[in-house]
């Protein structure tokens, strides 16, 4: 079972096909969407799947990050 996103292409809820093959940094995921086929990279902490009560927004980027972990898209952009 893949777990579900939104797509940044097509907007679709879809199963991605993750490309493991690619380099990622810590915290994402290189996509394939298997609706429109656009391949991006996706925060994990988006995953459909996640309840709510499990990720927050970063009060620095707005991006999403699970609790307590720290904010994966500060730790790239090195804020
Ligand atoms: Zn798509
Ligand atoms: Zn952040």
Known sequence: MHPQFKCN???AKTEFLWLEQL???EGFKAYQCMSCGCVGVKNIAEALHIPDSSIDRCTKCGGWQFLGSGCHTCALIGA
């Open 23 to 25: 380099d990622t940094p």
């Open 9 to 11: 292409g097509c907007k």
